[in-house]
């Protein structure tokens, strides 16, 4: 997969960059700043990091809804990145997207089965009756009762949203669907059927994922691999289990660091015994982001020479990279909590 | 750490104060419009927190968790009728009988509240170091003017956050979504409550501001004795925080025990199966088990036991009978007629 060759999905350099006014000034925020991913045939790439990192810009730019500012994008071997109009339309219905926001997604005003066939009638496929049948089969296929098109989507709970959603991503069988935030939104033992859905939807049809979220817990069910994006870049990317079981960057670490332990017994944030990787605050602004590793400020072993470029790549195994001038090293043990000091 | 823990869910407080309760729900119910009339949202809730304690409140979305929390603080939204139940707190007596000016006493003073969304809380057109003093002026026998405004940047470095001066003539948009939350902790603080409300307080941040607020949460119970109610879905959030834990489902709650107990020994179909649809970070990768359907929305609650439509260890008496919580073990009750029945 690293290799590229056989990839569905190849992203080189993207930069996307938006307009912003700091104290009235006009500032570049660079939301997206010089990433690279690839992604191959029936494959789950989940891109994690904090709120505002650029995840769901980097998967805007991939569906051609935003402008990059500099980049390619090639996908299922062509180059998409400035195609327009007529020529994106064939691309546009092989990637599709499911958002977080069951509600804000699906428009009121439609019945489902006009949601879920409006793919097929902008592309103009089939017949009224044979796009009638194939909303009828994707409803049943995503556990809907086919009976539900005749709704709208007021009368349907989160989860069941969700698949509406699904089935209408599903209608121009794509190759390559972006689930940004898909499952966030809903409680666990729905969260679980909406994954399951997902898994047995890729066995059977081979759609490759670009899932976007921000539970790493569900990222390690359901991805091949996972990348760390931190202010528009990657600072880690490999297998799923090499990422989590021997993490390279420290913001990796920090993030794993952060997850409620699924164990009383076993507490780890709420004990006081600080796990010397959390991280503190919030991350720097993408107008000014930090010269050489973007998580210098942050991060418990940084050192001078982080601030100049370039970062040196690391690879701990075949496609298990990293950015970071010090991989290896340990941070000093942490002493009490953060707020201990105060109270 | 871990030992001084046992000790506490076994009755006692690690300092070995014994703990009466602060705060007694006696079998609330809580109606809402439906189609033909009222119908119960949450129905024979009881709950005990002692003073000092962290009692988590969890299920999923719609199971009642909210109401609860707003009924104890007696603020509940229009429509909603509270049709019984009390609400007895140490030193006050009975809340549901209190005048509400009395009760907007105790708001505040006795009883604290965060909430998800931080913005929900805050005045957009206010300084955030500004409503903190408020919120310490506004209770009798409070420190006023500059002695407050003292005393809420003081809060406000309790709280964590940083360079509390320069951030008490913030704006609360000028500040980050975890910031924000800080700053309602502070106020909720401001009065010095003995219990703390917090209804999904770490739902909107991310993984690790969540970590930060849990720190923080952790280290006022430790430092202080001040009690929580925890609401949230998050099971993590429960293990990390919670000394005893009640599950909600449909309205009721349909099993309540210490934490440790609660995770190593589930005896509920719902519980377990709350548990077996969690993504985990060890353990085996393999299918998750979701616990088909959804909630039912009150109304549509089924007779019997509300949770028979969804649960593989139905039986006929599910349908027939409401089971009751009784206790299976010392401080450990189930509202099943087969607990255990599912295994996690
Ligand atoms: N249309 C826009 N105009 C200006 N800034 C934007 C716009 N969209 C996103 N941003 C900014 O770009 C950064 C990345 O945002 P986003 O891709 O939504 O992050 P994520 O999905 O990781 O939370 C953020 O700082 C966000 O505020
Ligand atoms: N203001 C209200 N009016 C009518 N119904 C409400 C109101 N608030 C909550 N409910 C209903 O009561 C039930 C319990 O709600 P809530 O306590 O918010 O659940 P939770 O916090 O567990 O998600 C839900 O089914 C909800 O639809
Ligand atoms: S009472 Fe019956 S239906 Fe309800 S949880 Fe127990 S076994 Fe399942
Ligand atoms: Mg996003
Ligand atoms: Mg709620």
């Given at each position: ?5 056989g ?35 029936g494959?789950t790439?989940?891109?994690?990091g904090?709120s505002?990192c650029?995840?769901?810009t980097?998967?805007?730019a991939i ?21 327009r109009?007529?020529?994106l339309k064939?691309?546009?219905r092989?990637?599709?997207?499911v958002?977080q926001?069951?509600y804000?997604s699906l428009?009121?005003r439609?019945?489902v089965?006009?949601i879920?066939a409006?793919?097929?009638?902008i592309?103009r496929?089939?017949t009224?009756?044979e796009?009638?049948?194939k ?12 009976r539900?098109?005749?709704?709208y989507p007021h ?5 069941q949203r969700?698949?509406?959603?699904i ?9 390559f669907?972006?689930c ?6 809903l409680?666990v ?5 909406v994954?399951?859905l997902?898994?047995?939807?890729q ?11 921000h539970?790493?817990a ?7 691999r ?15 289990d ?7 960057h420290?913001?990796t670490?920090?993030?794993l660091?952060?997850?409620?332990s ?21 991350p ?6 930090p ?11 940084a050192?001078?020479?982080c601030?100049?470029?370039p970062?040196p790549r690391?690879?701990?195994?075949p496609?298990h ?5 010090r ?8 002493h009490?909590?953060?707020q201990?000091?105060?109270? | ?7 506490a ?15 007694r729900?006696?079998d ?8 033909t ?7 024979g809730?009881?709950?005990e927190?002692?003073?000092g ?12 968790k909210s ?10 939204p229009?429509?909603?009728v509270?049709?019984s ?10 809340l ?22 931080p ?11 500004e409503?903190?003093r408020?919120?310490?002026e506004?209770?009798r026998?409070?420190p ?5 405004r ?10 964590g956050?940083?360079e ?6 913030a ?16 106020i909720?603080?401001a009065?010095?409550?003995?219990l703390l ?11 690790t ?10 280290a ?11 609401i949230?879905h998050d099971?993590?959030?429960v293990a ?6 009640a ?9 309540q ?6 995770f ?6 719902y ?8 993504p985990?970070?060890d353990?085996?990768?393999?299918r998750?088990?979701?616990i ?6 009150p109304?549509?609650?089924p ?5 028979r ?9 599910c349908a ?14 189930v509202?099943?007629w ?7």
């Open positions: 997969m690293s290799g590229g060759g990839a569905l999905l190849e992203v080189r350099g993207l930069e996307v960059r938006f307009p912003v006014r700091v104290r009235g000034r006009r500032r570049a925020l660079r939301a997206v700043d010089g990433l690279d991913l690839e992604i191959g045939p494959e790439l989940a891109l994690v904090e505002g650029g995840k769901s980097t998967a805007r569906l051609r809804l935003v402008e990059p500012h500099a980049g390619r994008i090639v996908f299922e071997g062509r180059e998409i990145t400035a195609l109009g007529r020529r064939p691309v546009r092989r990637m599709q997207v958002f926001d069951p804000g428009d009121p439609m019945r089965g006009q879920v409006e793919g097929l009638v592309h496929i089939g009224r009756r796009r009638a049948q909303v009828a089969r994707l409803l049943e296929r995503v556990g809907l009762d086919p539900c098109a005749d709704r009368a349907f709970s989160g989860g969700q698949r509406i959603g089935a209408r991503a599903l209608a121009l069988d794509p190759s669907i972006v940004d935030e898909a499952v966030s939104a409680d033992s729905i969260q679980a059927q994954l399951n997902l898994a047995e939807l066995r059977e049809r081979g759609m490759a994922y670009l899932f976007i979220a539970d790493l569900v990222v390690r069910h359901v991805a091949h996972v990348a760390v994006m931190y202010l528009g870049r990657i600072v880690e990317r490999g297998p799923v090499a990422v989590f079981e021997r993490p390279l420290p913001y670490r920090a993030l660091a952060a997850i409620p699924a164990d009383p017994a076993r507490r780890t944030i709420g004990s006081g015994a600080r796990n010397p990787w959390r991280v503190a605050g919030d720097p602004s993408p107008v000014d982001p010269s050489g590793c973007p998580y210098r400020t942050r991060c418990p072993v050192v001078a020479a601030a100049e470029p970062i690391v690879e701990a195994a496609g990279v990293a950015w970071c001038r991989p290896d090293a340990e941070p000093a043990p942490a009490g909590d953060s201990g000091a105060h109270l | 750490m871990i030992g001084s823990r046992r000790a869910a076994d009755g006692a407080r690690p300092d070995g104060v014994a703990n009466a309760p602060l705060l729900v006696t609330l119910r809580l109606e809402v419009p439906g189609a009339g009222p119908v119960a949202a949450v129905d809730v009881s709950l927190i002692a003073a304690r962290v009692l988590a409140l969890v299920g999923e979305s719609g199971s009642g109401l609860t929390a707003l009924a104890i603080a007696r603020l509940l229009d429509g909603v509270r049709r139940g009390q609400l007895w707190f140490e030193g006050v007596g009975a549901e009988r209190l005048p509400e000016r009395a009760m907007r006493a105790v708001r505040g003073a006795e009883i604290g509240f965060v909430f998800q969304e913005m929900s809380a805050l005045n957009p057109v206010m300084r955030v170091g409503q903190v408020e919120a310490i506004a209770h026998g409070r006023r003017g500059r002695a407050a003292q005393r809420a940047i003081e809060l406000l470095a309790q709280v956050i940083p509390p001066e320069l951030r008490y003539r704006y609360p948009h000028e500040l980050s979504g975890g910031m924000k939350q800080r700053v309602c902790i502070a909720a603080l009065a010095g409550p003995r409300l917090a209804d999904e307080p770490t739902t909107a941040l991310d993984v501001v969540q970590a930060q607020v849990l720190e923080l949460l952790a006022l119970r430790r430092r202080s004795s001040l009690a929580m109610l925890l949230t099971l993590g959030v990390e925080l919670a000394d005893g834990v599950v909600m489902y449909a309205g009721r709650v349909v099993e025990a210490p934490v440790e107990v609660l190593r020994a589930p005896l509920h179909p519980t377990v199966g709350l548990f077996r649809s969690l985990r970070l353990g085996p990768r393999g998750l088990v979701p088909p359907g959804s909630v039912p929305p109304g549509e609650r007779a019997g036991c509300p949770f439509n969804r649960c593989a260890a139905a039986v006929a008496r027939e009978q409401e089971p009751r919580l009784e206790s299976v073990a010392q401080r450990h009750a509202a099943c087969r607990p255990g029945a599912v295994t996690p």
